[in-house]
Nanobody
Framework: QLVESGGGLVQPGGSLRLSCAGS????????IGWVRQAPGKEREGVSY????????YYTDSVKGRFTISGDNAKNTVYLQMNSLQPEDTAVYYC????????????????WGQGTQVTVSS
């Protein structure tokens, strides 16, 4: 089970940190992704990480603003989001695919329940 937390309402230019905790799931054995879906839009892959190995990926619109990281001891992956803009408003999902899958991952068989991020003044 993947459990997200850390979403909320923030003003433009603000920051949030999302957490994805694995329950019965050792995240180091997977590629972990943050995928977002805004109202009326398709899901968009935001950032991915191979916690064991350290490979990371960011979509162009978040490069330089978002940072993905993993903590094996806490079995948790984080997404630090800075300089948030209204266009970042979406439900953010944590997702996982086996470590051996292609990189960057094209699809995820395992999903969390999502956490809402709203950027508004």
């Amino acid at each position: 089970q993947l459990v997200e937390s850390g979403g909320g309402l923030v003003q433009p230019g603000g920051s949030l940190r999302l957490s994805c905790a694995g329950s019965g799931f050792t995240l180091a054995y997977y590629q972990i992704g943050w995928v977002r879906q805004a109202p009326g839009k398709e899901r968009e892959g935001v950032s991915y990480i191979r916690v064991w190995g350290g490979s990371t990926y960011y979509t162009d619109s978040v490069k330089g603003r978002f940072t993905i990281s993993g903590d094996n001891a806490k079995n948790t992956v984080y997404l630090q989001m800075n300089s948030l803009q209204p266009e970042d408003t979406a439900v953010y999902y944590c997702a996982a695919t086996p470590y051996s899958s292609s990189w960057p991952p094209a699809e995820f068989p395992y999903w969390g329940q999502g956490t809402q991020v709203t950027v508004s003044s």
